[in-house]
């Protein structure tokens, strides 16, 4: 049996008194992956952040409730070594192979003499210690906000892995949302670091930037998030489509009509002998939830619905394999993956397999490679917020579902701006297209993003962004129908 090089990791945390549920959750994985061991440790460190938490004291009530550290934590926590910083800089020991400063903010030090990996997990532009993490990203209205993992070694600066995330609307929980995040980006870094299938990127030394956050910034803030009339929490989406003329445009006038207190959306298209039908989802605004629905195009005023539950249903994925026809929604409410097989088309079907079980797992989207390979692209969620936004995974699928075979580099994608899934792959003049969702700016389907896939196996994932649309979250490609969904 080949044996697996160990990777030893040297963990700076802080005090028990002042940990985290994310620094709690990264040192659990760790300790579960037998590939790696970490050794905890405790530094001479005084700074501390010194956060006017009185400016956001009415956002207390949207922050996510700090999880119960569990007695074997806090005895294995209470463990950690005392390195001063001295030592880590001259570290040579064999025990420890890479150090990672876990303190949530850097270390107001000067490394680049250091002897061992020592990697500073970077949120944003700067690490301002008087206002919570990536702030200045709401004050700015940015896009999105960055995490970084930058290494210091032997006189050597190196960027390892960059992750963008959507905005949350306070800044206290847009903090929680962040130092979430860095679990799933430095798991997968410390992956490819172990492997090393890490693709450097030289950079600077990293100086902390000042915010210049003044008062007036403040005072806009306040009246964004506290003084403005608050609009409805539902978008409105409409459901378009057109016949196929063998381009990529979206820009046709037919929609399927919807109630005052619904919308259409996540519409997929199916050819089934000479009919057309779309498969969509129903939300109803007065229940909170959606239900899936379909329409024949012959007489798209009759919509019916499909499958109804107590939870949310949405991105009806409808695919043939194996001379079967299957329909996988969106169940992430059910913590499952469901694929329903068809008994009678389009209105009977049952639950065939229910897979990923105690996940969150959000729009299924399958795929059937010209070597009939049978791929899953889906979105998963190991944090607290079971936000599906940021990270995409790919699986392949054997044995009649009963086998998915993880990407060697899962997740393949940490970037809100096209991680999530936003309909059916398909070609293109011979080029393989995804649909990706765009969601930045703090919105849900601020957009549309084409990527070209230009290699796909269970070691390679390589593509390049092609074509942006604003406005809409999703699009189903057919040789007969193009369909998209449009926000207003």
Not at 196 to 214: A, D, T
Not at 231 to 253: A, E
Request: glycine share 2%.
């Amino acid at each position: 049996m080949k044996n697996h090089r160990i990777t030893k990791i040297g963990l700076i945390i802080p005090d028990i008194t002042l940990i985290k549920d994310y620094q709690i959750s990264i040192i659990n994985s760790l300790k579960k992956n037998k590939t790696y061991k970490i050794k905890l440790i405790k530094t001479n460190l005084n700074t501390k952040r010194k956060e006017n938490r009185l400016l956001f004291f009415f956002e207390r009530k949207f922050q996510k409730r700090k999880k119960i550290i569990l007695p074997n934590n806090v005895k294995y926590i209470n463990q950690a070594r005392f390195f001063s910083i001295d030592k880590i800089i001259d570290y040579k020991d064999k025990d420890i192979d890479i150090f990672i400063n876990l303190l949530g903010f850097k270390l107001p030090y000067n490394l680049k003499n250091n002897t061992k990996p020592f990697w500073e997990i970077n949120y944003g532009l700067n690490n301002n210690l008087n206002y919570p993490i990536s702030f200045d990203d709401l004050i700015f209205q940015r896009p999105y906000s960055c995490i970084s993992i930058s290494e210091a070694c032997k006189g050597k600066y190196r960027e390892v892995i960059k992750g963008k995330f959507n905005l949350r609307n306070y800044a206290l929980l847009h903090e929680e949302f962040v130092l979430e995040k860095t679990a799933v980006l430095l798991i997968k870094a410390l992956y490819l670091f172990s492997k090393k299938k890490l693709n450097y990127k030289k950079i600077l030394p990293r100086k902390n930037k000042k915010s210049n956050i003044s008062i007036f910034n403040i005072f806009n803030y306040y009246k964004k998030n506290y003084l403005r009339k608050i609009s409805s929490i539902y978008k409105t989406w409409k459901i378009f489509y057109l016949k196929n003329k063998k381009d990529i445009k979206l820009n046709g006038n037919k929609f399927i009509k919807h109630k005052a207190n619904e919308y259409f959306a996540d519409p997929f298209i199916y050819k089934f002998k000479s009919k057309i039908f779309i498969f969509f989802e129903s939300f109803n605004k007065n229940q909170g939830k959606g239900n899936i629905s379909y329409v024949d195009l012959s007489n798209d005023e009759k919509k019916n619905q499909l499958i109804k539950k107590n939870y949310h249903l949405s991105y009806p994925f409808i695919f043939n394999f194996k001379k079967q026809i299957y329909l996988s929604p969106e169940t992430a409410q059910a913590k499952e993956l469901q694929i329903w097989k068809c008994i009678k088309f389009p209105d009977k079907w049952k639950v065939y397999k229910k897979v990923f079980k105690n996940q969150s797992t959000a729009d299924p989207t399958f795929f059937l490679d010209r070597e009939k390979k049978l791929w899953l692209f889906i979105n998963k969620s190991i944090d607290k917020f079971n936000d599906h936004n940021s990270e995409l995974y790919i699986y392949e699928v054997k044995n009649n579902f009963k086998d998915f075979i993880p990407h060697k580099l899962n997740p393949v994608i940490i970037d809100c701006t096209m991680a999530r899934n936003a309909g059916n792959l398909f070609y293109y003049k011979s080029k393989l297209i995804k649909p990706c969702q765009v969601n930045i700016y703090g919105e849900y389907g601020f957009g549309l993003q084409l990527i070209e896939i230009k290699k796909l196996s269970l070691d390679e994932f390589v593509y390049k962004k092609i074509k942006l649309y604003k406005k809409i979250h999703h699009m189903s490609y057919t040789e007969d129908y193009i369909a998209w969904d449009k926000s207003f």
